[in-house]
């Protein structure tokens, strides 16, 4: 079922990947190579797109500043969901559930499956 | 164009007008620039200031930071573990260079990011003309023959300042208005 009323929604990839990294305390450019990394280098982030997107998603408080996570370099700020950005990324989730759902089962009518 | 040259110290000044909307062709021009030896090193207002160094290929991004600059070293830092040198900054634009070997990603990688960035510069414009704005279409019709002559020589030449202003303005709303527009239909 679509989630309408969700202001964040619909998550572009990069931020999608992004706040999935960010279930454990990252800085920024810890968050570029995660995102590469997981995404099997098919997403890439610059970093004008990943401090716009931090930005963004700070001021709708998706994200906190950790400051209380010590830092080899302590002007480097690791970033972590809130519980606000993890009920928005679970409504993402569904979202996009929902649309692989309808692709496999459009597939299956035609006696296809997407396993190859 | 007025050149200064400075042989001892190989810097030169130059002096050029980009507008606010004409950064691809500022960044070309300061790729231009280093191919030839000059490596950008300072901006105030128009003058672009050059040290010389080895002619090479570069590639050269101007950004626009959109918060205050408490999270300056942070925001460098993103840039340079992706291997941007943050050359200079003037009034919220923020200049970036990297060798052409070592670029491998853009400094935006997705439409929504460069379409959150245009939004709040129209937002910004649109700020910065209301005062023009509001001068020349609500006051200004009623000043005109309340004032003594000298204050009516200043209001006239302030009103002219203004209209500049704001037609120049205008152009820059109207371009981030496009680009907004044709970034939308990418998505």
């Given amino acids: 079922m679509p989630i309408k009323n969700e202001e964040n929604l619909p998550l572009s990839d990069s931020v999608y990947y992004i706040m999935i990294s960010l279930i454990q305390p990252l800085h920024g450019y810890a968050i570029m190579q995660h995102v590469d990394e997981i995404s099997q280098h098919e997403i890439k982030i610059g970093p004008a797109?990943?401090?716009?997107?931090?930005?963004?998603?700070k001021e709708s408080k998706?994200?906190?500043?950790?400051?209380?996570?010590?830092?080899?370099?302590?002007?480097?700020k690791p970033y972590m969901l809130t519980p606000k950005g993890i009920q928005v990324l679970k409504a993402e989730i569904e979202r996009r559930k929902h649309m692989l759902q309808q692709g496999v089962s459009a597939l299956a009518k035609i006696g296809e499956n997407t396993d190859g | 164009m007025d050149n200064r040259q400075n042989v001892k110290t190989r810097k030169k000044t130059v002096l050029?007008?980009?507008?606010?909307?004409?950064d691809q062709e500022e960044q070309h021009w300061l790729e231009q620039m280093a191919a030839e030896g000059w490596l950008l090193n300072s901006i105030f207002f128009l003058l672009y200031e050059f040290t010389y160094g080895e002619p090479g290929e570069y590639i050269y991004r101007i950004d626009y930071k959109?918060?205050?600059?408490?999270?300056?070293?942070?925001?460098?830092?993103?840039f340079a573990q992706g291997g941007w040198k943050h050359v200079c900054s003037f009034s919220?634009?923020?200049?970036?260079?990297?060798?052409?070997?070592?670029?491998?990603?853009?400094i935006y990688t997705d439409a929504a990011s460069r379409i959150e960035v245009l939004k709040r510069r129209l937002?910004?414009?649109?700020?910065?003309?209301?005062?023009?704005f509001i001068f020349l279409f609500i006051l200004r019709p009623y000043q005109i023959t309340s004032y003594g002559s000298v204050l009516q020589i200043f209001l006239g030449l302030l009103s002219i300042f203004m209209l500049i202003v704001l037609i120049l303005l205008g152009v820059l709303i109207y371009k981030l208005y496009q680009h907004i527009r044709k970034l939308e239909k990418e998505i």
């Avoid at chain 2, 937002?123 to 023009?132: E, G, T």
């Fill in chain 2, 16 to 22: 050029k007008l980009f507008f606010a909307w004409q």
């Fill in chain 2, 66 to 78: 959109l918060t205050p600059d408490k999270d300056m070293y942070e925001y460098k830092e993103i």
């Fill in chain 2, 123 to 132: 937002a910004l414009a649109f700020i910065i003309a209301l005062p023009s």
């Fill in chain 1, 49 to 57: 797109t990943l401090y716009t997107s931090l930005t963004k998603l």
């Fill in chain 1, 62 to 76: 998706l994200i906190v500043e950790r400051d209380d996570i010590i830092q080899s370099d302590e002007r480097r």
């Fill in chain 2, 92 to 106: 919220g634009w923020q200049y970036f260079r990297i060798p052409k070997e070592e670029y491998s990603t853009d």
